[in-house]
């Protein structure tokens, strides 16, 4: 039983950080799963403590996925239309790896910004900040994840 414990920990470390770029996945609830599995696997792995403040870091991790890309696109003056088109372009961007994902969320900002009848200057600018807004997140995601797997071993 202690292998299926392990394995099934790792399954979610794994797919906790293919959550941090993959947004139909959602990493940093997914690592924490990991951590709670090895946990159930020996309590001496994992402190209750660590579980404490790995779940407030995967809560505050999560709560800003949601709300620094749309902070930041808001912050440029984005239109609603610039935040549904970044989203539309991460999810289109799926299909086209790696680049679709990096670039994604930038043109579909931008061209979001665009529809909305924004001057080019202004949606540049505000898909600029939807990219950052979307790199910081899958940053905090990603290093979230890895702690995971650091705090396994």
């Keep these: 039983m202690d292998y299926v414990y392990l394995i099934l920990a790792v399954l979610c470390a794994v797919l906790g950080l293919a959550g941090a770029v993959l947004p139909v996945l959602p990493g940093p609830p997914v690592s924490y799963a990991a951590l709670w599995i090895m946990w159930l696997r020996n309590p001496q792995d994992i402190s209750s403590a660590s579980l404490w403040i790995m779940g407030i870091l995967m809560l505050v991790v999560s709560l800003l996925d949601y709300v620094a890309p749309v902070w930041l696109t808001n912050k440029g003056g984005g239109s609603p239309s610039a935040t549904r088109g970044a989203?539309?372009?991460?999810?289109?961007?799926?299909?086209?790896?790696?680049?679709?994902?990096?670039?994604?969320?930038?043109?579909?900002?931008?061209?979001?910004?665009?529809?909305?009848?924004?001057?080019?200057?202004?949606?540049?600018?505000?898909?600029?900040?939807?990219?950052?807004g979307f790199l910081l997140t899958t940053g905090f995601k990603f290093a979230y994840g890895v702690a995971v797997l650091i705090m396994m071993w």
């Design 87 to 132: 989203t539309a372009g991460m999810v289109v961007g799926l299909f086209f790896p790696p680049w679709g994902l990096l670039l994604g969320p930038f043109l579909g900002a931008f061209l979001g910004e665009l529809m909305a009848h924004a001057p080019a200057g202004k949606a540049l600018r505000v898909a600029l900040l939807s990219f950052v």
